[in-house]
């Protein structure tokens, strides 16, 4: 544990408490009357509101939109399933500026809808709302419909032969098995929506903010960083909640249930009504899903009423460019595959060796440190790059003009991802495999070699096919600590979207169309690795 410890005292802890402390302190004296002051102020008190409500609105909406379609993965066999599988997956890796901008060029001014029907949603409510259901369908699919496909059909067929109705047996029977993962699944969904950023920056316009949009702002244009303070450790309150939960619906699901291959419960669907499910799945998966991605396509292709490349060719261009960046946006690609790499292999150390002890150990203590691994999810990257411009920059850790700064913001990402992916395969080696290397006389490197690391080489494949997509897709702390002559994909897309002029748009568009095909082709190779289900995402 000496080194995951280590990693995130040193670029976790100590960043956001320096930044905490230098916005309540004043005279090395701790100001706790500012919590009155500025949550009193009805500005923040909107902020506040406006988080909690869209939230539990995302999350709700989510569920109910996605329930359906994780029965189908779950319980139906068709053609291209695995294939649709793996669609479904490519918007939560996607970065939330893509997603943003993806439902921009849908909903937004000259969007798909503004040409075809003069209806322009962004700048509400209801463009947040369906971008965050386009984020999080993949999670209630994969944590709901995860288990789903291994619960024994014979239990609620049990329970029919006795006299249960279908509904009667299914609230019975498979509600209860299935509560603890819909919990897990919709504190996932919570915890996204309640910290979201880029969706809400781009799609929200000045008339909504959430908690992390606000600490952008109170940070980086106001310099107000006793109010971004305040609202940080309101941030950090809410997300340690809402990880406590989680953990506990875990355990509940890890312990409570006998499960079995999910090959043996998928089957064709029967009868009309079967089919008029899987239709309707595919049908939102294709409107909800699809259509995004293909306006967002479509209109990085779309010059003067025509279609070109001209954006794609204008990326290499340093000059046409100049007022944006001081390179060409096309070195955005190059640095987000380097920096993505870099940081993957960091969270595979880090979370590996991780993981590796929360298998060995137990104890309250190995389970608070559980649940902190989960915290950079939730708190805000915002809070987490600022700090690192102002704690990182003295001997021996002067990294405010250096390249790693960038794969160490986006690894704190990655870490939670590799540990909640490894973890439960690593729980399932048999521990008496490595008592028996060790009998024979084997070390204990050797014997994590010759025993662990067969049995959990598809999974460590998996956990850097995440870290790689998270880390290429961070948004919040990259924005504070990448240099302007090497910008990262996500930052590149962002400025070009602050700037007006048809040609910004559309480079913008081009540039998120390539990060969305990486971030797929990424997807697609762990769908081919990946023929289990182990792991939580």
Known sequence: MAVPVAFFALFFAYPVVAIVGRGLKADGVWQFGRFGEVLSRPDI?????????????????????????????????????????AIVTVPFVLPTVVVGTAFLAL????GFLDELWGVRLDTTVWAILLAHVFFNYAVVVRTVGGLWSQLDPRQEEAARVLGAGRLAAWRR??????????AAAALMVFLFTFTSFGVVQILGGPGFSTLEVEIYRQTAQLLDLPTAAVLTL???VAVGAVLAVHAWTVR??????????????????????QWTLLAGVLLTVLVLILLPLAVLVERSLDVSG??????????ASAEANSGTFLVAPIEAIGNSLRYALVATLIALVVGGLAAAAL??????????????????????????GFGFLITLDKPPLDLRTSWILVPLAQALVGVPFVVRTMLPVLRAVDGRLREAAAVLGASPLRAWREVDLPLVRRALLVAA??????????????????????????????????RSGELNYGQAMALSTILMLVCAVSLLLLERIRTDRSGEF
């Not at 029977?173 to 819909?182: I, M, Y």
């Open 45 to 85: 008190g909107g902020v506040l509101w406006f988080t909690l409500w869209q939230a539990l609105a995302s999350t709700a909406l989510t569920l109910l939109i996605a329930l359906p379609g994780a029965y189908v993965f779950a319980r139906f066999d068709f053609p291209g399933k695995q294939l649709l599988r």
């Open 107 to 110: 909903l937004g001014r000259g």
């Open 173 to 182: 029977v498979t509600l209860p098995a299935l509560g603890p993962a819909v």
């Open 234 to 236: 309101v941030q950090f």
């Open 252 to 273: 509940r699901r890890e312990r409570a249930l006998k499960l079995v291959d999910p090959a043996q419960t998928a089957r064709r669907p029967r009868g009309a009504g």
């Open 306 to 315: 025509g279609h070109s490349l001209a954006y794609y060719r204008a990326l």
């Open 359 to 384: 298998t060995r150990k137990a104890g309250r203590l190995v389970r608070g440190f559980d649940a902190l691994l989960m915290l950079p999810l939730g708190v805000s990257a915002v809070t987490v």
């Open 465 to 498: 096919g995440f870290a790689f997509a998270v880390s290429l897709g961070e948004f919040g702390a990259t924005v504070f600590i990448a240099r302007p002559d090497n910008p990262t994909l996500p930052v590149a897309v962002a400025r070009l979207l602050g």
